[in-house]
Protein backbone atom coordinates (compact mmCIF):
# COMPACT_ATOMS: atom_id res chain seq x y z
CA UNK A 1 0.00 0.00 0.00
CA UNK A 2 1.53 3.58 -1.04
CA UNK A 3 1.77 6.50 1.56
CA UNK A 4 -0.87 8.44 1.35
CA UNK A 5 0.00 11.98 0.50
CA UNK A 6 -0.66 15.12 3.04
CA UNK A 7 -4.22 16.70 3.02
CA UNK A 8 -4.81 19.06 -0.26
CA UNK A 9 -7.18 21.41 0.96
CA UNK A 10 -10.15 21.82 -1.92
CA UNK A 11 -9.65 25.50 -2.57
CA UNK A 12 -5.96 27.25 -2.12
CA UNK A 13 -7.17 30.67 -1.41
CA UNK A 14 -6.81 31.81 1.94
CA UNK A 15 -9.47 33.82 4.10
CA UNK A 16 -8.96 36.62 5.92
CA UNK A 17 -9.45 36.44 9.45
CA UNK A 18 -12.30 38.12 9.32
CA UNK A 19 -14.10 35.89 7.11
CA UNK A 20 -13.21 33.34 9.61
CA UNK A 21 -14.71 35.27 12.08
CA UNK A 22 -18.02 35.92 10.22
CA UNK A 23 -18.46 32.09 9.14
CA UNK A 24 -18.21 30.57 12.67
CA UNK A 25 -20.21 33.29 14.45
CA UNK A 26 -22.40 32.50 12.11
CA UNK A 27 -22.83 28.42 12.89
CA UNK A 28 -22.46 29.27 16.47
CA UNK A 29 -25.71 31.29 16.08
CA UNK A 30 -27.40 28.77 14.04
CA UNK A 31 -26.22 25.60 14.54
CA UNK A 32 -28.74 23.60 16.73
CA UNK A 33 -28.99 20.14 17.39
CA UNK A 34 -25.79 18.76 19.46
CA UNK A 35 -22.44 17.88 17.98
CA UNK A 36 -23.60 15.67 15.15
CA UNK A 37 -25.61 18.59 13.82
CA UNK A 38 -22.99 20.79 14.34
CA UNK A 39 -20.72 18.38 12.18
CA UNK A 40 -23.22 18.18 9.65
CA UNK A 41 -23.29 21.81 9.01
CA UNK A 42 -19.54 22.14 9.12
CA UNK A 43 -19.28 19.25 6.43
CA UNK A 44 -21.83 21.47 4.64
CA UNK A 45 -20.52 24.84 4.86
CA UNK A 46 -16.51 23.87 4.61
CA UNK A 47 -16.06 21.06 2.09
CA UNK A 48 -19.25 21.43 -0.01
CA UNK A 49 -20.07 25.15 0.00
CA UNK A 50 -16.45 27.12 0.44
CA UNK A 51 -14.46 24.24 -0.18
CA UNK A 52 -12.09 24.84 2.13
CA UNK A 53 -11.20 21.21 2.58
CA UNK A 54 -11.71 18.12 1.28
CA UNK A 55 -14.02 15.32 2.33
CA UNK A 56 -11.40 12.99 3.63
CA UNK A 57 -9.72 15.72 5.01
CA UNK A 58 -12.59 16.71 6.86
CA UNK A 59 -13.25 13.18 7.93
CA UNK A 60 -9.48 12.86 9.48
CA UNK A 61 -10.27 15.69 11.54
CA UNK A 62 -13.24 14.04 12.45
CA UNK A 63 -11.58 11.29 13.49
CA UNK A 64 -8.49 13.23 15.39
CA UNK A 65 -11.68 15.54 17.36
CA UNK A 66 -13.79 12.17 18.24
CA UNK A 67 -10.06 10.64 20.02
CA UNK A 68 -8.88 13.59 22.33
CA UNK A 69 -10.80 14.74 25.28
CA UNK A 70 -13.57 17.45 25.37
CA UNK A 71 -16.72 18.91 22.73
CA UNK A 72 -16.20 17.37 19.16
CA UNK A 73 -17.90 19.24 17.16
CA UNK A 74 -15.94 22.59 18.91
CA UNK A 75 -12.61 20.91 18.66
CA UNK A 76 -13.80 20.30 14.88
CA UNK A 77 -14.37 24.45 14.46
CA UNK A 78 -11.02 24.52 16.09
CA UNK A 79 -9.39 22.12 13.45
CA UNK A 80 -10.89 24.14 10.73
CA UNK A 81 -9.45 27.82 12.02
CA UNK A 82 -5.99 25.61 12.37
CA UNK A 83 -5.85 24.88 9.12
CA UNK A 84 -6.94 28.67 8.15
CA UNK A 85 -4.54 30.07 10.49
CA UNK A 86 -6.84 30.90 12.64
CA UNK A 87 -7.58 28.07 15.67
CA UNK A 88 -8.24 30.37 18.16
CA UNK A 89 -10.57 32.73 16.20
CA UNK A 90 -12.38 29.71 14.77
CA UNK A 91 -12.96 28.42 18.32
CA UNK A 92 -13.96 31.59 20.12
CA UNK A 93 -16.21 32.76 17.57
CA UNK A 94 -18.02 29.36 17.45
CA UNK A 95 -18.40 29.39 21.30
CA UNK A 96 -18.93 32.68 22.27
CA UNK A 97 -23.02 33.45 20.63
CA UNK A 98 -24.07 30.33 22.49
CA UNK A 99 -22.39 31.84 25.69
CA UNK A 100 -24.20 34.93 25.39
CA UNK A 101 -27.18 33.65 25.08
CA UNK A 102 -26.93 30.93 27.68
CA UNK A 103 -26.16 33.87 30.14
CA UNK A 104 -29.00 35.96 29.07
CA UNK A 105 -31.14 32.84 29.92
CA UNK A 106 -29.53 31.99 32.54
CA UNK A 107 -29.71 35.76 34.29
CA UNK A 108 -33.85 35.38 33.57
CA UNK A 109 -33.44 31.95 35.64
CA UNK A 110 -31.83 33.78 38.05
CA UNK A 111 -34.65 36.22 38.05
CA UNK A 112 -37.19 34.18 37.60
CA UNK A 113 -37.10 30.74 38.74
CA UNK A 114 -37.75 28.99 35.74
CA UNK A 115 -36.73 28.34 31.71
CA UNK A 116 -38.34 30.58 28.89
CA UNK A 117 -41.52 28.52 27.66
CA UNK A 118 -40.27 27.41 24.06
CA UNK A 119 -41.55 23.79 23.94
CA UNK A 120 -43.43 23.51 20.57
CA UNK A 121 -41.04 25.62 18.81
CA UNK A 122 -38.63 23.14 20.27
CA UNK A 123 -40.32 19.86 19.54
CA UNK A 124 -40.69 21.69 15.97
CA UNK A 125 -36.95 22.27 15.48
CA UNK A 126 -35.64 18.20 16.16
CA UNK A 127 -36.70 16.55 13.27
CA UNK A 128 -34.97 19.25 11.26
CA UNK A 129 -31.62 18.60 12.76
CA UNK A 130 -32.42 14.34 12.27
CA UNK A 131 -32.72 15.32 8.81
CA UNK A 132 -29.31 17.50 9.25
CA UNK A 133 -27.55 14.79 10.61
CA UNK A 134 -28.95 11.94 8.08
CA UNK A 135 -27.81 13.72 5.15
CA UNK A 136 -24.18 14.15 6.52
CA UNK A 137 -24.46 10.65 8.05
CA UNK A 138 -25.11 9.74 4.09
CA UNK A 139 -22.70 11.55 2.61
CA UNK A 140 -19.69 11.21 4.96
CA UNK A 141 -20.02 7.21 4.77
CA UNK A 142 -19.62 6.88 1.02
CA UNK A 143 -16.30 8.41 1.60
CA UNK A 144 -15.26 6.69 4.37
CA UNK A 145 -15.89 2.99 4.07
CA UNK A 146 -13.50 2.28 1.11
CA UNK A 147 -13.24 -2.02 2.24
CA UNK A 148 -15.42 -4.48 3.72
CA UNK A 149 -13.14 -4.39 6.35
CA UNK A 150 -14.37 -0.74 7.23
CA UNK A 151 -17.79 -1.18 6.81
CA UNK A 152 -17.44 -4.31 9.58
CA UNK A 153 -15.59 -1.96 12.18
CA UNK A 154 -18.26 0.73 11.57
CA UNK A 155 -21.50 -1.88 12.19
CA UNK A 156 -19.35 -3.41 14.94
CA UNK A 157 -18.55 -0.03 16.61
CA UNK A 158 -22.42 0.64 16.37
CA UNK A 159 -23.16 -2.73 17.96
CA UNK A 160 -21.04 -2.18 20.76
CA UNK A 161 -22.34 1.69 21.28
CA UNK A 162 -25.90 0.38 21.25
CA UNK A 163 -24.50 -2.02 23.86
CA UNK A 164 -22.81 0.75 26.24
CA UNK A 165 -19.26 0.20 25.67
CA UNK A 166 -17.50 3.35 26.06
CA UNK A 167 -16.59 6.10 23.09
CA UNK A 168 -13.00 6.02 23.34
CA UNK A 169 -12.67 1.86 23.76
CA UNK A 170 -14.85 1.95 20.58
CA UNK A 171 -12.63 4.03 18.75
CA UNK A 172 -9.24 2.89 19.90
CA UNK A 173 -10.22 -1.02 19.07
CA UNK A 174 -11.49 0.47 15.02
CA UNK A 175 -8.08 1.61 15.01
CA UNK A 176 -5.98 -1.27 16.05
CA UNK A 177 -8.69 -3.30 13.86
CA UNK A 178 -8.40 -1.85 11.18
CA UNK A 179 -4.56 -1.75 11.39
CA UNK A 180 -4.12 -5.49 12.15
CA UNK A 181 -6.46 -5.83 8.66
CA UNK A 182 -3.53 -4.03 6.98
CA UNK A 183 -0.64 -6.29 8.31
CA UNK A 184 -2.90 -9.64 7.83
CA UNK A 185 -3.06 -8.13 4.66
CA UNK A 186 0.49 -7.80 4.14
CA UNK A 187 1.55 -11.24 5.75
CA UNK A 188 -1.19 -12.64 3.35
CA UNK A 189 -3.20 -14.48 6.54
CA UNK A 190 -6.24 -14.34 7.59
CA UNK A 191 -7.08 -13.16 11.20
CA UNK A 192 -10.32 -13.23 13.28
CA UNK A 193 -11.57 -9.79 13.83
CA UNK A 194 -9.66 -7.97 17.17
CA UNK A 195 -12.70 -5.92 17.03
CA UNK A 196 -14.85 -6.74 20.63
CA UNK A 197 -15.30 -5.24 23.74
CA UNK A 198 -17.14 -6.00 27.33
CA UNK A 199 -19.83 -3.65 27.69
CA UNK A 200 -20.67 -1.03 30.57
CA UNK A 201 -16.50 0.39 30.67
CA UNK A 202 -18.11 3.88 31.30
CA UNK A 203 -19.60 2.69 34.95
CA UNK A 204 -16.74 4.48 37.16
CA UNK A 205 -17.09 7.86 35.79
CA UNK A 206 -19.33 9.11 38.20
CA UNK A 207 -18.11 7.34 40.88
CA UNK A 208 -16.93 9.61 43.04
CA UNK A 209 -17.05 10.00 47.17
CA UNK A 210 -19.75 12.38 48.24
CA UNK A 211 -18.63 14.81 50.91
CA UNK A 212 -20.30 15.47 53.92
CA UNK A 213 -20.83 19.46 53.61
CA UNK A 214 -20.42 21.33 50.87
CA UNK A 215 -17.37 22.64 49.32
CA UNK A 216 -16.59 26.45 50.09
CA UNK A 217 -17.12 28.11 46.73
CA UNK A 218 -14.60 30.10 44.47
CA UNK A 219 -13.62 30.84 41.39
CA UNK A 220 -10.18 29.44 41.09
CA UNK A 221 -12.00 25.73 42.07
CA UNK A 222 -15.07 26.39 39.48
CA UNK A 223 -12.34 26.86 37.27
CA UNK A 224 -9.97 24.02 37.65
CA UNK A 225 -13.23 21.93 37.85
CA UNK A 226 -14.17 22.66 34.60
CA UNK A 227 -10.64 21.99 32.80
CA UNK A 228 -10.72 18.92 35.15
CA UNK A 229 -14.15 17.74 33.28
CA UNK A 230 -12.76 19.46 29.41
CA UNK A 231 -9.76 17.40 30.35
CA UNK A 232 -10.87 13.95 30.28
CA UNK A 233 -14.29 13.92 29.39
CA UNK A 234 -14.81 11.56 26.27
CA UNK A 235 -18.12 11.10 24.56
CA UNK A 236 -19.88 14.40 24.67
CA UNK A 237 -23.21 15.39 25.81
CA UNK A 238 -24.55 12.67 27.79
CA UNK A 239 -20.65 11.63 29.64
CA UNK A 240 -20.80 15.29 30.85
CA UNK A 241 -24.18 15.23 32.73
CA UNK A 242 -22.46 12.41 34.89
CA UNK A 243 -19.16 14.36 35.34
CA UNK A 244 -21.49 17.33 36.40
CA UNK A 245 -23.35 15.43 38.75
CA UNK A 246 -20.38 13.99 40.58
CA UNK A 247 -18.77 17.01 40.58
CA UNK A 248 -21.19 19.75 41.41
CA UNK A 249 -24.24 17.91 42.87
CA UNK A 250 -22.17 14.82 44.57
CA UNK A 251 -18.71 16.26 45.86
CA UNK A 252 -19.09 19.92 45.65
CA UNK A 253 -22.66 20.55 46.98
CA UNK A 254 -23.07 23.94 44.53
CA UNK A 255 -25.98 22.68 42.76
CA UNK A 256 -29.34 20.84 43.37
CA UNK A 257 -30.38 18.38 40.89
CA UNK A 258 -32.62 20.54 39.48
CA UNK A 259 -30.73 23.69 38.62
CA UNK A 260 -28.18 20.47 36.94
CA UNK A 261 -30.97 19.23 34.74
CA UNK A 262 -32.02 22.76 33.90
CA UNK A 263 -28.49 23.54 33.40
CA UNK A 264 -28.14 20.08 30.51
CA UNK A 265 -31.59 21.08 29.01
CA UNK A 266 -30.52 24.95 28.22
CA UNK A 267 -27.17 23.80 26.64
CA UNK A 268 -29.50 21.06 24.54
CA UNK A 269 -31.74 23.42 22.68
CA UNK A 270 -29.80 26.36 22.76
CA UNK A 271 -27.57 26.58 19.30
CA UNK A 272 -23.52 26.51 19.34
CA UNK A 273 -21.85 24.05 22.07
CA UNK A 274 -23.38 21.84 24.36
CA UNK A 275 -20.59 22.08 26.93
CA UNK A 276 -22.11 25.56 27.52
CA UNK A 277 -23.73 23.92 29.84
CA UNK A 278 -20.73 25.08 31.76
CA UNK A 279 -21.27 28.95 31.08
CA UNK A 280 -24.94 27.97 32.73
CA UNK A 281 -23.23 26.59 35.65
CA UNK A 282 -21.00 29.41 36.05
CA UNK A 283 -23.71 32.37 36.38
CA UNK A 284 -25.93 30.12 38.55
CA UNK A 285 -22.95 30.31 40.78
CA UNK A 286 -21.18 33.68 40.32
CA UNK A 287 -22.98 35.67 37.80
CA UNK A 288 -21.03 36.70 34.48
CA UNK A 289 -17.59 36.26 36.13
CA UNK A 290 -18.69 32.67 37.27
CA UNK A 291 -20.05 32.35 33.52
CA UNK A 292 -16.63 33.44 31.81
CA UNK A 293 -14.61 31.68 34.05
CA UNK A 294 -16.65 28.58 33.54
CA UNK A 295 -16.78 28.72 30.01
CA UNK A 296 -12.85 29.49 29.78
CA UNK A 297 -12.33 26.11 32.24
CA UNK A 298 -14.05 23.61 29.96
CA UNK A 299 -13.06 25.09 26.49
CA UNK A 300 -9.64 25.55 26.76
CA UNK A 301 -8.07 22.26 27.18
CA UNK A 302 -9.96 21.56 23.96
CA UNK A 303 -7.59 24.52 22.37
CA UNK A 304 -4.37 22.76 23.31
CA UNK A 305 -5.53 19.41 22.38
CA UNK A 306 -5.69 20.90 18.96
CA UNK A 307 -2.63 22.77 19.12
CA UNK A 308 -0.75 19.74 19.79
CA UNK A 309 -2.22 17.09 17.39
CA UNK A 310 -2.83 18.90 14.80
CA UNK A 311 0.08 19.03 12.90
CA UNK A 312 0.43 14.73 13.26
CA UNK A 313 -2.54 14.29 11.14
CA UNK A 314 -0.22 15.12 7.93
CA UNK A 315 2.73 12.53 9.39
CA UNK A 316 -0.16 10.25 10.16
CA UNK A 317 -1.84 10.06 6.77
CA UNK A 318 2.01 9.07 5.22
CA UNK A 319 2.45 6.39 7.50
CA UNK A 320 0.47 3.38 5.55
CA UNK A 321 -0.29 1.90 9.25
CA UNK A 322 -1.13 4.88 11.13
CA UNK A 323 -3.08 6.09 8.24
CA UNK A 324 -5.20 2.49 8.18
CA UNK A 325 -5.98 3.12 12.15
CA UNK A 326 -7.42 6.37 11.40
CA UNK A 327 -9.37 5.01 8.63
CA UNK A 328 -10.85 2.64 11.29
CA UNK A 329 -11.26 5.42 13.63
CA UNK A 330 -12.96 7.62 11.14
CA UNK A 331 -15.40 4.67 10.49
CA UNK A 332 -16.06 4.06 14.21
CA UNK A 333 -16.83 7.45 14.77
CA UNK A 334 -19.50 7.79 11.97
CA UNK A 335 -21.14 5.10 13.01
CA UNK A 336 -21.38 6.62 16.67
CA UNK A 337 -22.89 9.44 14.35
CA UNK A 338 -25.59 7.03 12.94
CA UNK A 339 -26.37 5.89 16.88
CA UNK A 340 -26.67 9.49 17.94
CA UNK A 341 -29.42 9.98 15.07
CA UNK A 342 -31.14 7.07 15.99
CA UNK A 343 -31.04 7.42 19.73
CA UNK A 344 -32.45 11.32 18.59
CA UNK A 345 -34.76 10.58 16.36
CA UNK A 346 -36.19 7.68 18.27
CA UNK A 347 -37.07 10.51 21.23
CA UNK A 348 -37.51 13.33 18.83
CA UNK A 349 -40.26 11.95 16.00
CA UNK A 350 -43.02 11.13 18.28
CA UNK A 351 -45.88 12.12 15.95
CA UNK A 352 -47.38 13.02 12.46
CA UNK A 353 -46.40 16.25 12.39
CA UNK A 354 -42.82 15.94 13.30
CA UNK A 355 -42.46 12.84 10.75
CA UNK A 356 -43.78 15.07 8.01
CA UNK A 357 -41.10 17.80 9.08
CA UNK A 358 -38.18 15.27 8.99
CA UNK A 359 -39.52 14.06 5.92
CA UNK A 360 -39.84 17.24 3.80
CA UNK A 361 -36.30 18.34 5.29
CA UNK A 362 -34.57 15.17 4.44
CA UNK A 363 -36.07 15.72 0.96
CA UNK A 364 -35.12 19.50 0.34
CA UNK A 365 -31.35 18.46 1.79
CA UNK A 366 -30.79 15.58 -0.74
CA UNK A 367 -32.37 17.93 -3.61
CA UNK A 368 -31.66 21.42 -3.29
CA UNK A 369 -28.41 22.76 -2.02
CA UNK A 370 -30.43 25.00 0.92
CA UNK A 371 -28.66 26.72 4.02
CA UNK A 372 -29.48 24.47 6.93
CA UNK A 373 -30.36 27.58 9.15
CA UNK A 374 -33.86 27.99 7.11
CA UNK A 375 -34.85 25.04 7.25
CA UNK A 376 -34.25 25.16 11.38
CA UNK A 377 -35.92 29.04 11.11
CA UNK A 378 -38.90 27.41 9.13
CA UNK A 379 -39.43 24.61 11.74
CA UNK A 380 -39.61 26.95 14.72
CA UNK A 381 -42.33 29.44 12.51
CA UNK A 382 -44.11 26.00 12.51
CA UNK A 383 -43.49 25.74 16.02
CA UNK A 384 -44.98 28.65 17.09
CA UNK A 385 -47.97 28.41 15.03
CA UNK A 386 -48.94 25.03 15.41
CA UNK A 387 -49.07 23.07 19.15
CA UNK A 388 -46.91 19.66 18.53
Same mark, same amino acid.
Given at each position: MTAIPSPTFASSAQPSLVELALVFLKLGTTAFGGPAAHIAMMEEEFVHRRRWLTEEDFLDRLGAANLIPGPSSTEMAIFIGHTRRGLIVAGCCFIIPAAILVSLIAAAYVRYGSLPELGSMLHAIKPVVIAIILQAFWKLM?????????????????ILSLHGVNILLILVLAGLTS???LLATRAKTVRGSLFTASPRMIAALSA?? #? @? $? /????????? %?? +??? *???GSVLFGGGYVLLAFLQSDFVTRLHWLTERQLLDAVAVGQFTPGPLFTTATFIGYLL????GAAVATAGIFVPGFVFVAISGPLIPAIRRS?? #? @? $? /????????? %?? +??? *???????????????????AAVSVAILLRFRVNSAWLIAGAALIGLLVRM
Amino acid at each position: MTAIPSPTFASSAQPSLVELALVFLKLGTTAFGGPAAHIAMMEEEFVHRRRWLTEEDFLDRLGAANLIPGPSSTEMAIFIGHTRRGLIVAGCCFIIPAAILVSLIAAAYVRYGSLPELGSMLHAIKPVVIAIILQAFWKLMRTAIKTTLLGAIATAAAILSLHGVNILLILVLAGLTSAAGLLATRAKTVRGSLFTASPRMIAALSAAA #A @G $A /AAVPFSLLR %LF +LTF *VKIGSVLFGGGYVLLAFLQSDFVTRLHWLTERQLLDAVAVGQFTPGPLFTTATFIGYLLAGLPGAAVATAGIFVPGFVFVAISGPLIPAIRRSPL #A @G $A /ALDGVVAGS %LA +LMG *VVAWQLGKASITNWTAVVIAAVSVAILLRFRVNSAWLIAGAALIGLLVRM
